[in-house]
């Protein structure tokens, strides 16, 4: 883009694909490219993956030193593999074929979130029960007797409910720094 700053113009993006185009196809010409690697690159400039552009630069390398990349090429290169090789050549069914694939990816991912969602939410809502039962204790003058014992009981739902939360914190954490949580992440920045 630093070379091109147009390339955001319509017109100069077309003429700058058609002279990419053109030097692809020489390069393809002399069998230095595989046809399935082409069919990926051609796959993932559809537009409906135009939301990996909203990926930040501290994103790609933190992408490239954890090289969640290999895993992501190595899946959509199974993927290509299984397709038939006479619809290889077809460039458009590819591209839909990788982009619903990616898309599915990314809605595994948003699966695992729920999940973790539901997970700690339970968590909480038991805490939040624990920690009821000490506060109703403590509130009830008949269980002034208990009220010593309630004090730790609160204290032990406290610790309980910020040591979930830590631990909650830290695998959201973890799952939003995938390479699948950088692209929901990205997508859902494009939506709004």
């Known amino acids: 883009m630093k070379g091109n700053p147009l390339l955001c113009v319509d017109a100069q993006a077309h003429y700058f694909r058609l002279v990419c185009n053109m030097i692809n196809q020489r390069v393809s010409n002399l069998d230095y490219i595989d046809k399935k690697t082409v069919s990926i690159l051609s796959a993932l400039m559809n537009r409906r993956l135009d939301f990996l552009a909203n ?3 501290e994103q790609l390398i933190f992408l490239r030193k954890t090289n969640e990349n290999i895993e992501f090429r190595r899946k959509l290169r199974e993927f290509v593999n299984s397709l038939p090789e006479t619809e290889i050549n077809d460039i458009g069914y590819v591209a839909s074929e990788i ?8 809605t595994q991912h948003e699966k695992e979130i729920d999940t973790l969602n539901k997970k700690y939410g339970a ?5 939040a029960l624990i920690a009821g039962g000490g506060l109703a204790v403590t509130m009830m003058p ?12 609160a204290l032990t739902a406290g610790g309980k409910y910020v040591a979930n939360k830590l631990e909650e914190i830290q695998e959201k ?16 920045n494009r939506l709004t």
């Not at 968590?123 to 805490?127: Q, S, V, W």
């Not at 954490?173 to 859902?188: C, R, Y």
Request: proline share 5%; charged share 15%; net charge positive.
């Open 55 to 57: 990926i930040n630069d």
């Open 99 to 106: 982009c619903s694939q990616v898309e599915s990816l990314i």
């Open 123 to 127: 968590k909480h809502r038991y805490t």
């Open 142 to 153: 008949a269980l002034a007797p208990f009220l010593g014992a309630a004090s730790p009981l």
């Open 173 to 188: 954490k973890t799952l939003s720094g995938s390479m699948m949580g950088i692209f929901a992440l990205a997508k859902k």
